[in-house]
């Protein structure tokens, strides 16, 4: 089966350090990628995604490249700030006809003055 | 604006009470899911729909029922039967598509505490 495998946290940075969240997946077919932010309090929003192998998504200074040799999709951030204080999911959708999306155990990042 | 919203925000219960939680969706979406999040976990998929009157069940729908009489309604039924059913719980909606993009969108979620 799906699944997708994420650093545990949480992490906690001070601002303008560099943000990088691990992310590993198995998947069938062909899967398409996602990152989701979660604020505390609220729903999920969806950050970025990449849809094949060597996309690169990006978002607000976020980027995370899906890389099919390494079945990884890395998040990153070049300086975070207080407001990225979040959790963060990454999530795959296979390509095999189904509508589901499997979540990691989300990363929660705190970000400090 | 279009969305998607869940009611109520926050939903307490007693134990052996049935409960059920609204979401509602004007993105003319054709499916939805329902999600429970726990601390420290993530996501698991209780049920989902992909079109009216049909739904099918996810990883852990033991002791949930929906219904999805409508396009725009999926509401999820917390039973008696749901052993530890305090959580938060999502729903989203996504367009249905035979590819394997499905970006999802969610609500703000529900919080029930069974007191």
């Known amino acids: 089966g799906n699944s997708v495998t994420q650093m545990e946290g949480p992490v906690t940075l001070s601002e303008e350090a560099f943000l990088t969240i691990n992310c590993t997946y198995t998947a069938t077919g062909y899967p398409s990628l996602f990152w989701y932010v979660q604020y505390p309090g609220e729903g999920l929003q969806l950050l970025l995604k990449a849809t094949k192998a060597d996309d690169k998504g990006s978002n607000k200074g976020f980027e995370a490249t899906y890389r099919k040799e390494t079945t990884s999709f890395h998040l990153e951030k070049g300086s975070v700030q207080v407001s990225d204080s979040a959790v963060y999911f990454c999530a795959l959708s296979d390509g095999a006809g189904s509508y589901q999306l499997t979540f990691g155990k989300g990363t929660k990042l705190s970000v400090i003055p | 604006d279009g969305g998607i919203t869940q009611s109520p925000k926050y939903l307490f219960r007693k134990e052996g009470q049935n409960v059920t939680l609204s979401c509602e969706q004007n993105?003319?979406?054709?499916?939805m899911y329902w999600y429970r999040q726990d601390p420290g976990q993530g996501l698991r998929l209780i049920y989902y729909?992909?079109?009216?009157?049909?739904?099918q069940k996810g990883d852990i729908a033991e002791g949930y029922s929906v219904s999805r009489e409508k396009k725009e309604s999926f509401p999820l039924t917390v039973t008696s039967a749901q052993k530890n059913p305090t959580a938060f719980y999502l729903c989203?909606?996504?367009?249905?598509?035979?590819?394997?993009?499905?970006?999802?969108?969610f609500g703000p979620g529900t919080r029930l505490t069974v007191l």
């Open positions: 993105l003319n979406h054709d499916a």
């Open positions: 989203a909606s996504s367009i249905r598509t035979t590819g394997s993009y499905n970006e999802q969108f």
């Open positions: 729909s992909q079109i009216v009157n049909d739904f």
